[in-house]
C-alpha cells in the first residue's frame, strides 16, 4: 500500500476518534450517573420497586425521583415550617458526636459551594506553582482565617490547584494576593481547559493578562 494511502487512513482513523471518543465518554459518565441515582430506588418496599409492579427496569426512574425529592424538599424549606424543621432536625444531628462533625464540615462546604454569595470559586488565577519559573491555574476559594493573615505580613488569597486530567483533586495554598495574576475567564473554560490538558484553549476576553504573567 503506498504510504499516501496510509497517512490518509490514519487522518481518518484520528478524525473518527475525535467524534467517538467524546460521544463514547459522555454515554457512559451519563450511564454512571443514571445508575447510580436509580440506586435511590432501593429505598421503597420491594412491592412497590418499579421492576415488581411493572416487571421490567427502566433506566433513570431513580434518577427522576431523586431529582422529584430535591425538589420537593426545596419547596418544603422554603416557608417557616420547613426552615423550623431542619433546624430541629440539625439539632438532633448536634447530639450525635461523630454524625456531627462530619454533617456541619459537609454543610459548610456545600453552603460556600452553592451560595451565589460567596466568593469561592468565583475567581480564577495564575499562581507560582509548582516552582517559581512556572505557572499553574487555580481557583480562589476565600482568604485565609484570621489566625493565618496575622502570620503572613502580606495579604493573602485561599487557592485550589486542580490536577490535570481530574480536576477533583488538587492543592489547597495560601499564596500572597500580590503573586496572582486573575484571568478574565469563567470558571467552567477553566475546568475544559484543565481537562483537556491545555488543547481546548479557554476565550480570554483579556489576553493581555497572559503577557502581564510571562512578563513577569
Do not use: C
Request: avoid cysteine; charge should be positive; hydrophobic fraction near 50%.
Amino acid at each position: 500500500m503506498p504510504a499516501i494511502d496510509r497517512r490518509l487512513l490514519k487522518r481518518y482513523f484520528i478524525t473518527g476518534l475525535l467524534i467517538w471518543v467524546p460521544l463514547a465518554i459522555t454515554a457512559w459518565v451519563l450511564s454512571l450517573i443514571v445508575r447510580t441515582m436509580d440506586q435511590s430506588l432501593l429505598l421503597l418496599p420491594e412491592a412497590m420497586r418499579p421492576e415488581q409492579v411493572l416487571g421490567v427496569y427502566i433506566p433513570g426512574l431513580g434518577a427522576l425521583m431523586s431529582l422529584l425529592v430535591v425538589l420537593l424538599t426545596g419547596l418544603v424549606t422554603a416557608n417557616i415550617i420547613g426552615q423550623k424543621l431542619v433546624r430541629f432536625w440539625e439539632g438532633v444531628l448536634a447530639r450525635i458526636p461523630v454524625v456531627k462533625s462530619i454533617y456541619y464540615s459537609v454543610k459548610q462546604v456545600s453552603d460556600t459551594l452553592f451560595s451565589g454569595n460567596g466568593e469561592a470559586f468565583r475567581k480564577v488565577l495564575l499562581v507560582r506553582y509548582p516552582h517559581p519559573e512556572a505557572w499553574s491555574v487555580a481557583f480562589q476559594t476565600g482568604s485565609p482565617p484570621r489566625e493565618v493573615a496575622q502570620h503572613s505580613g502580606d495579604e493573602m488569597v485561599s487557592v485550589f490547584i486542580p490536577t490535570a486530567p481530574s480536576p477533583v483533586n488538587g492543592f489547597f495554598f495560601f499564596v500572597r494576593k500580590r503573586d496572582t495574576v486573575e484571568l478574565d475567564i469563567n470558571v467552567d473554560e477553566a475546568l475544559k481547559y484543565i481537562v483537556s490538558m491545555g488543547v481546548v484553549a479557554p476565550s480570554m476576553r483579556n489576553p493581555n493578562l497572559l503577557g502581564q504573567a510571562r512578563s513577569e
